[in-house]
């Protein structure tokens, strides 16, 4: 690895603490870098250039060093070149790719003792990308049985109101509920107090171990709203309780118990989102029939999974999903987070047992499974989820799908995406 592309992967944003992830704060110095095509996206062997223009107040900078690299997202690069910007731009001829996939190029300038960065990510036949992950023979068995191993622990509800949180339309409580494994799960509830029948959406969240507040916004235009955890653990603690678990007990979470597929962190999780559901349809407010789900990277993830798990479901939306085609890294390509086997994860191996287990998870099985329309969003330039991961799962969706591209984002939202995002499952629910 040479010593650019470790600075570079250093730099890269591995945490992601929400579900939707505000757009980055607007730097002194800007790195623009774009492909010469408007829509990012290229036939295989066309080849793509990308033009770099570093901005400071508003002008072209000319005398200033770009650093760059060009290759395949999250591979060694296969281009590391620098070039001196005469007229404020560089174009760097980038090349191609002969099969389906995503080219990145990242480029670094310095500036008064500060390094900025920019990048572009070109996609090449992005609608021929196809898994590598095992679709194991009893993946809807071993499902099926989970369901019915579920079924059979009592719900036993408890809900807590929460009069500080409660606002003159809705009813905030602090909720739990049963679950596998003599474990609970626990979220935050928000009824609509008018009397009526409502819609219900479940809120699924994206890595991390935080506290919740509920989607008050969303219940007083309508709609039922549960906000989950996944951790067994109540979600209105201190802070300081989550930094704790966070730093010890369920440091690494993503990968505990990963040798055995009845073992496995998420087996928990995923069937909590349906015990999730449990709740919404068991209240008298719920009007029976129209019920969401929806959530942003490892939530992107478990929208999917939740929406092909259980049928009472009738829509889904999926901000760059997680948990997308993890074997890539064995295949010479990007994988999903949690980036179990790339060969820069030490924290993690290819053994068979875990190779096994994860085919039981990844959400390119459970994508396949879809019946219910579904709204996607990424970008091109998502360095947590890369995007030909995601397209690995959104290929093999059969079930009614539409998907929206930023592609000048990374692992984060415009407003624009956001609001777009709600109001395609307000529509749907309040139709």
């Known amino acids: 690895m040479t010593r650019f592309y470790s600075v570079l992967y250093c730099l890269l944003f591995l945490t992601v603490r929400s579900s939707v992830v505000a757009q980055p704060a607007q730097q002194l110095v800007t790195v623009l870098v774009a492909p010469d095509h408007t829509n990012w996206e290229y036939r295989l062997g066309e080849k793509v250039k990308f033009t770099v223009t570093v901005v400071e107040a508003g002008n072209l900078v000319k005398d200033a060093r770009i650093y760059y690299e060009v290759g395949p997202e999250k591979i060694a690069p296969v281009l590391v070149d620098s070039a001196l910007l005469k007229n404020g731009q560089f174009v760097i001829e980038a090349g191609t790719l002969k099969t389906p996939g995503f080219m990145r190029c990242v480029v670094l300038v310095k500036r008064g003792g500060r390094t900025y960065r920019g990048l572009a990510t070109a996609g090449f036949a992005t609608a021929a990308i196809q898994p590598t992950v095992d679709l194991p023979a009893d993946f809807s068995g071993f499902w099926t049985a989970a369901k019915e191993e579920l079924a059979k622990i009592p719900m036993e509800p408890k809900l807590v109101l929460l009069p500080e949180r409660s ?4 009813s905030v409580y602090h909720v739990s509920v049963r679950n596998i494994n003599n474990s609970k799960l626990y979220g935050i509830l928000c009824v609509p107090k008018a009397p009526g029948k409502y819609p ?13 507040r509920g989607d008050i916004a969303t219940a007083e235009k309508g709609i039922i709203t549960l906000e989950i955890g996944i951790h067994g653990i109540p979600v209105n603690l201190d802070e300081e309780a989550y930094y704790n678990l966070a730093a010890g007990a369920l440091n690494g979470y993503p990968a505990i118990g990963m040798d055995d597929k009845n073992r496995f962190y ?12 449990d709740l919404l349809c068991s209240l008298p407010e719920y009007d029976g ?6 959530g942003g990277s490892q939530g992107g993830a478990l929208s999917i999974v939740t929406a092909a798990l259980d049928n009472r ?21 990007a994988g999903g987070w949690p980036h179990y086997f790339d060969v820069n994860n030490t924290s993690y191996n290819n053994t068979r047992e875990k190779l096994q287990t994860i085919a039981y998870y990844d959400v390119v099985n459970f994508a396949r499974n879809l019946k219910v329309p579904g709204y996607y969003a990424w970008g091109f330039n998502d360095e947590v989820c890369p995007p030909t991961s995601m397209y690995a799962a959104y290929n093999v969706i059969t079930a009614p799908k539409e998907l929206e591209l930023f592609l000048e984002s990374g692992h984060w939202t415009f407003p624009e995406e956001r609001d777009q995002f709600s109001d395609w499952m307000l529509q749907k629910l309040l139709k």
């Open 266 to 277: 998420y087996k928990r999780v995923y069937l909590g989102c349906v015990r999730a559901n």
């Open 289 to 294: 029939q129209n019920l969401g789900v929806n």
């Open 167 to 170: 606002t003159e339309k809705v």
């Open 313 to 333: 479901v009738k829509y889904l939306a999926a901000l760059y999903p997680a948990l997308s085609d993890v074997t890539g890294y064995l295949k010479g390509r």
């Open 200 to 212: 219900a959406l479940l809120r699924v969240p994206g890595a991390g171990i935080r506290s919740y």
